[in-house]
Every structure is written in structure tokens, then in C-alpha cells.
């Protein structure tokens, strides 16, 4: 099984939402909840890209790209993150993939759903 299991996304229309879930079933809650979360995306052609990341003490950071549209969130009772993503545009189209960093420095990343946003 994998250390991250992602799901939610999908093909929307132009102004839409999607929601990105991040699952961590292998963490135990020790682990996840100090670990910090971070979403990245890969739109066609380009490098891989920070989009948003939350710490273990809920600190958070957004790419100027989504700051206002997309919000980073964790619920460690259900060792989960999530990527609130509003108003959606076609720049938004991407790989987008999950990712932990653990408090011994292990790194993980998810299997990257893909998010396609219709103009």
C-alpha cells in the first residue's frame, strides 16, 4: 500500500471547484501529525511547482499563483490533507501531487491525479 493515496481530481469547467484529498493510511497519528503537508502540480511542459503547504503546527504558505482561490487544510484525526481549489482557470491544468515530509526528514510523494480545468 502506498504511504499517500491521493483522489478528487478530475476535468471542470472554467470557474469551477475541485477538491484534492491526500490520504496517509500507512501514518500512524504520531507521524502524521507533525509531518509537514504540501500540494505541488505539473502543468505540460513545465517543472514541477510549489502550489500550497501547511506544517504540523498548521502554518500555511500559498504559491501567488492561488493565493484566494485554493486553500491547504489537515484533519491528523483522519491523517488527511486537502486542497480546497476555487475559481478555477485553464493556468490551473496540472499534475497535482501530494506530498510529506516527515519530522525525520523521510520524504513521500502521491501518485499525482490529474486536474483539467475547460475554458
Known amino acids: 500500500q502506498a504511504q499517500l493515496v491521493e483522489s478528487g481530481g478530475g476535468l471542470v469547467q472554467a470557474g469551477g471547484s475541485l477538491r484534492l484529498s491526500c490520504a496517509a493510511p500507512?501514518?500512524?497519528?504520531?507521524?502524521?501529525?507533525?509531518?509537514?503537508m504540501a500540494w505541488y502540480r505539473q502543468p505540460p511542459g513545465k517543472e514541477r511547482e510549489l502550489v500550497a503547504s501547511i506544517t504540523g503546527s498548521r502554518s500555511t504558505h500559498y504559491a501567488d499563483s492561488v493565493k484566494g482561490r485554493f486553500t491547504i487544510s489537515r484533519d491528523n484525526s483522519r491523517k488527511m490533507a486537502y486542497l480546497q481549489m476555487n475559481s478555477l482557470n485553464p493556468e490551473d491544468t496540472a499534475v497535482y501531487y501530494c506530498k510529506q515530509v516527515r519530522q525525520t526528514g523521510a520524504t513521500y510523494w502521491g501518485q499525482g491525479p490529474q486536474v483539467t480545468v475547460s475554458s
Open positions: 500507512r501514518n500512524i497519528f504520531s507521524v502524521f501529525s507533525p509531518s509537514d
